[in-house]
């Protein structure tokens, strides 16, 4: 098996998130309606003639905040992820309601789940972290210049505020103790940012 090198393509604006013509979508319907998420089950032609059944999660995206405290001090949260059994490490974030922009979202949430507002918020990145199945996109943004108005946490959320020095999240990282996606992202992007 060989790998194509090819620097036209990705030299290209947009080359990853080209369309692909060769594909095409024949049918999609709904298979499960839940309260947050739905799922369908997408036909799709592939290039070869024959069609593929896809179960595909229809989701409202989210905004993901990297709070600091200062340059050497991140905001993080410790909360219980039902689907584990078990808590996790991770930075705030949320589901964006309907009609809310992501960087209303992002404030919203910082302010819930932290208790704290962001003088300065700014996008990062977007991530998709699940695109085999799902389309849920990742609005991930830096907030700094953070004021202390206390938590608004939805009824159903506990959540610890921790505060954690860069050396410590390195260690965190490294021992493996901070296994959420979203958050070794933007970790990783704090940790080689250069003062």
Aim: aromatic share 6%.
């Amino acid at each position: 098996m060989s790998v194509d090198s090819d620097d036209q393509i990705l030299a290209q604006e947009g080359c990853g998130s080209r369309r692909d013509s060769r594909f095409r979508a024949l049918s999609e319907e709904c298979a499960y309606e839940g309260h947050r998420y739905s799922m369908f089950s997408l036909k799709e032609e592939l290039p070869d003639g024959k069609t593929a059944s896809r179960d595909v999660i229809r989701h409202p995206g989210a905004a993901v905040i990297l709070p600091l405290v200062n340059s050497e001090t991140v905001c993080l949260i410790e909360q219980h992820r039902s689907v584990f059994g078990h808590n996790l490490l991770e930075i705030p974030a949320g589901l964006m309601e309907e009609g809310e922009s992501a960087l209303e979202c992002a404030r919203r949430e910082l302010r819930e789940e932290t208790g704290f507002e962001a003088g300065s918020i700014e996008p990062i990145m977007v991530i998709y972290p699940a695109a085999g199945f799902c389309d849920e996109k990742m609005f991930l943004f830096l907030a700094t210049d953070l004021t202390a108005v206390g938590q608004d946490t939805d009824d159903d959320e506990w959540v610890k505020v921790l505060s954690c020095s860069k050396s410590r999240a390195q260690e965190l990282l490294a021992r493996g103790e901070i296994r959420d996606a979203k958050t070794i992202i933007a970790l990783q992007y704090w940790l080689g940012r250069t003062p």
